[in-house]
Every structure is written in C-alpha cells, then in structure tokens.
C-alpha cells in the first residue's frame, strides 16, 4: 500500500478550479518537500510541480501547489480537456528510506 | 534536451533475470541521482531504487531487496538495473528518472 493518501478521482466542469489532495505522515511530507506529476494516457509521467509549489518550465501558471504540515495540495485552475489525466504526488519518506508515491487521483473534465 | 532512453525489457518465466539499460543523454550525467520507478499495468507509480552520483548510495523497495541492483557507467553514461529471481508481481513498464524530475518512456517487463 501508498503512504500517501489521494482521493482516487476529481471531476469539475471546464473552466472551474478542482483540488487535489495528498495525505501523508511526519515521515514524508512532514519533513520533505513535494512533487506532483501528471501522467496523461499512454504516455511517460511529467513533472508538475517540484519542492511543494515550483512550476518547471513550461507547465501553466494554472497549476499551483502548497504543503501544510503532513499534507500537500495541487490546484487546477481554469480546468481545460487537456488536463484529463491521472496525478500523483510524491515525496522521500525518511523511515522507509525510499520514494513513495500517492495513491493517485484521476481528473475528469465533465 | 535531456533524454532518456530505456531498453532491455522483454518477457521473462518467473525465476528469470533480465538487464534494463537507460541511455542518459544532453545533462552531465556523472553528478545526478538516478532512479528506476515502475507501474503495472493499470496502476500506479511505484520507486524500484535509486542511486546517487558515484554509486556510494544506493537504495532500493523491500520487495525487491537482494534481487534486484541498480548500477551507472558514467564514462558511458548508461544507468542500469539487474532483475534477477523475477516474480509474476514484478511486471511493469520501468522507468528510467533523473533527479525526480526527467523521466523516460519506459521499457515493459513481462514476467510470465
């Protein structure tokens, strides 16, 4: 099983902000920063969101992170078709020694 | 551009071993970690192991503890990962990631 907890879907209309959630423990989150990936249908997993809330070149200013405490969140504003996709969060968890992935969630645009 | 390009991938019986090779190229190779993340087949991610610049650290998933071993040649610039004793649970596209942030296309491992 995933040490980090992510609601399995999300779903909003075009154009409305959906919000993802990533749970984890004082192990990982609690002391590590957080990335959030995307991983669009058939294809390689792409890096979203790196240490908590940095957007890499090239991905919209309509993606934004943040981490609290032993949570993180990834918002997708202005929600466009292209942004169906299944999104992990991810982070070094300190007792495992190890990277550790969320559960994922999957974002339908209705 | 950075790129990352897996192979070796293939089918394999239960007990078998199988060798991935990532050809790194367009970064200084020799100063990154490198990981290996695996997904099965309609699932999710899952790290396999990673390794850092000058094979002095390295770190690996229980379940594949003491059968599998992440390597680098960095005069060749190639990262690879040796699977031996392969069970039906370890099949998946791997992954070849570079400092958590570059990934390849992924090379599929059939155990069966």
């Known amino acids: 099983q995933s040490v980090l907890t992510q609601p399995p879907s999300a779903s909003e209309t075009p154009g409305q902000r959906v919000t993802i959630s990533c749970s984890g423990s004082?192990?990982?989150?609690?002391?590590?920063?957080v990335n959030w990936y995307q991983q669009l249908p058939g294809t390689a997993p792409k890096l979203l969101i790196s240490?908590?809330?940095q957007r890499p070149s090239g991905v919209p200013d309509r993606f934004s992170g943040s981490r609290s405490g032993t949570s993180a969140s990834l918002a997708i504003s202005g929600l466009q078709s292209e942004d169906e996709a299944d999104y992990y969060c991810?982070?070094?968890?300190?007792?495992?020694?190890?990277?550790?992935f969320g559960t994922g969630t999957k974002v339908t645009v209705l | 551009d950075v790129q990352l390009v897996e192979s070796g991938g293939g089918l394999v019986q239960p007990g078998g071993s199988l060798r991935l090779s990532c050809a790194a190229s367009?970064?200084?190779?020799?100063?990154?970690?490198m990981s290996w993340v695996r997904q099965a087949p309609g699932m999710g991610l899952e790290w396999v192991a990673n390794?850092?610049?000058?094979?002095?650290?390295?770190h690996y998933r229980d379940s594949v503890k003491g059968r599998f071993t992440v390597s680098r040649d960095n005069a060749k610039n190639f990262l690879y990962l040796q699977m031996n004793s392969l069970r039906v649970e370890d099949t998946a596209v791997y992954y070849c990631?570079?400092?958590?942030?570059?990934w390849g296309r992924g090379s599929l491992v059939t155990v069966s």
């Open positions: 990631v570079r400092e958590w942030g570059y």
């Open positions: 367009g970064f200084t190779f020799s100063r990154d970690w």
């Open positions: 390794i850092n610049h000058d094979e002095s650290q390295k």
């Open positions: 004082s192990s990982n989150i609690g002391r590590n920063n």
């Open positions: 240490s908590n809330n």
């Open positions: 991810a982070t070094w968890d300190d007792s495992l020694s190890g990277y550790v």
